[in-house]
């Protein structure tokens, strides 16, 4: 059974940092791309960054280009998304993802707050 949680969402100041985790189970996670995903209050959800199973390709929205950075632990089944210079338009829900042969697979979100 394939479980993403998310964790290390909050409050944070403008120009502050956050970095979100994702734990990962049920599956060969060092064999998966991994993504993160983000929706703000009523907008649809965009793709914020992407790693590829080793870590070697990584893909960022030009939004969080130079401000956000994917990474992640395959001996600790975990990605990671470092926040930094955040901005009140970064604040969103945040989900991590992958996709199988049986769909895609979706946490259940960690709630980013950017506000003074």
């Known amino acids: 059974q394939v479980q993403l949680e998310e964790s290390g969402g909050g409050l944070v100041q403008p120009g502050g940092s956050l970095r979100l985790s994702c734990a990962a189970s049920?599956?060969?996670?060092?064999?998966?791309?991994m993504r993160w995903y983000r929706q703000a209050s009523g907008k649809e959800r965009e793709l914020v960054a992407a790693m590829n199973s080793v870590g070697s390709w990584t893909n960022y929205a030009d939004s969080v280009k130079g401000r956000f950075t994917i990474s992640r632990d395959n001996a600790k089944n975990t990605v990671y998304l470092q926040m930094n210079s955040l901005k009140p338009e970064d604040a969103a829900v945040y989900y991590c993802?992958?996709?199988?042969?049986?769909?895609?697979?979706w946490g259940k979100g960690t709630l980013v707050t950017v506000s003074s």
């Open positions: 993802n992958t996709l199988r042969v049986s769909g895609a697979y």
């Open positions: 049920g599956f060969t996670f060092g064999s998966v791309s």
